[in-house]
């Protein structure tokens, strides 16, 4: 996959609603194309029904060919770029929140935790609907929220500058970190999550002892506001000698900040490693191999290396800003815009020309994305949270 050859993708949006009005014969929905710094195509697509044999028949222009369609997906080709996309519908849309969605998680059994502007912070059922527990702590709304790898216990972020641990099973919040002195806008955790690394709109990242409430050091300071951070592994060791640290002798924390400024810091030894420097904001990261990818307020998605933070490509196929990635697999991840848009993205070359779409929200921006190894979650400007099944997203991508 090269970088010439992701720059000559278009973004190929469809309209939100697609899979209920092409249910019925005599309708149209539009459709749009646009290369980066070119002007939009916009075209439609209609349905009729086939007097031969009564059914309905789905009819594209010559700029697209028609694959297939199903209850929940439709896939087309555009035939200048080659690009495949198919377009994926929710299964399930969950109005738990009346306002916009900042932040969801989830786990293996299927229960979710998501903030939102009204200020709330709810554990909730996605088989059912139902409201399993109020968290409520938080001078203001949380951020992001998030569960540990066990499951039974919550973290969430606040605009408080504080992170509170919930118990997920009864509602009580028994450990809160205080020490930021400005909003906390992303969390990390090492290993189950006896340490967390939390990022904040202060320059500051912490390093945490969860157990005690503690702080146990500033591993990066004085940057601007920090938007996002990820983790990954270093291929440089140390010994940590705090009894209360585990397992960030070879850790390397990547944080994105809002001057653009990517920063890669060995967590054990408190000392930074790289230092990029990007054009836009970086709203988002995630680790995926041995890449660190940032999404940027641009709307470039930057794949960096690890050892120095160069660049080693970048994926510039829409100028919306990036506001949530996630990692799906090994190989699939997903990149939530300002548009409403979620892409899912290979990191496999025989598949860079193709693209999976999850749609629903009408234009209002993916502010974050989880997944739990069967279902993928997105919650949107629009107060919803969007539940898609993932084989209706990997069967794209098998050859």
């Known amino acids: 996959m090269s970088l010439s050859e992701n720059n000559s993708l278009p973004a190929i949006t469809i309209q939100y609603n697609w899979n209920e009005v092409l249910k019925h014969p005599n309708k149209k929905i539009w459709i749009s194309t646009k290369y980066l710094n070119k002007p ?30 199903s209850n929940l997906s439709i896939v087309l080709k555009d035939v200048k770029s080659g690009l495949k996309i198919a377009f994926v519908a929710p299964n399930k849309v969950h109005d738990i929140h009346a306002k916009a969605i900042l932040s969801v998680s989830m786990t293996e059994n299927a229960l979710a935790v998501s903030s939102c502007e009204q200020d709330r912070l709810v554990i909730w059922d996605t088989r059912t609907n139902e409201e399993v527990l109020d968290l409520v702590g938080h001078g203001g709304p949380a951020y992001k929220c998030r569960f540990f790898p066990s499951g039974t216990v919550v973290i969430s972020a ?15 919040n028994p450990v809160t970190l205080k020490g930021h ?30 157990g005690q409430a503690l702080c146990i050091a ?36 990547v944080i994105g900040c809002e001057n653009g400024c990517v920063v890669g810091a060995h967590v054990g030894k408190r000392q930074e490693l790289f230092r990029r420097q990007l054009e836009a904001a970086c ?46 697999s090994k190989d699939l991840y997903a990149v939530g815009r300002q548009d409403g848009n979620v892409v899912i993205i290979s990191m496999q070359k025989a598949h860079s020309h193709v693209r999976v779409q999850l749609t ?21 400007r629009d107060s919803y949270v969007r539940k898609y099944d993932f084989n209706q997203i990997c069967v794209h991508f098998k050859r």
């Open 360 to 380: 629903g929200s009408d234009c209002d921006g993916i502010r974050d994305i989880a997944f739990n190894g069967k279902w993928v979650l997105t919650g949107s």
């Open 40 to 69: 939009s195509f916009h075209d439609s697509i209609t349905t009729t029904v086939n007097e031969s044999d009564g059914k309905l028949k789905v009819n594209v222009s010559e700029e697209l060919n028609f694959i297939s369609i």
């Open 218 to 253: 500033d591993v990066i300071d004085g940057q601007g506001a920090i938007n996002c951070c990820t983790i990954t592994t270093t291929t440089e060791e140390v010994l940590v000698e705090n009894p209360r640290e585990f397992n960030t002798g070879n850790k390397l924390l």
């Open 158 to 172: 606040g605009a408080d500058g504080s992170c509170r641990i919930w118990c997920a099973e009864t509602g009580i």
């Open 181 to 210: 002195t400005m909003s906390v806008a992303d969390i990390c955790m090492i290993g189950r999550g006896r340490n967390v690394i939390t990022v904040s709109k202060d320059g500051t990242a912490k390093l945490w002892d969860v």
């Open 283 to 328: 709203n988002a990261s995630i680790v995926m191999g041995d890449v660190i990818i940032v999404g940027c307020s641009d709307g470039k998605i930057v794949y960096l290396s690890p050892e120095d933070g160069s660049v080693v490509m970048e994926i510039h196929e829409s100028m919306n800003p990036v506001l949530s990635m996630a990692v799906l």
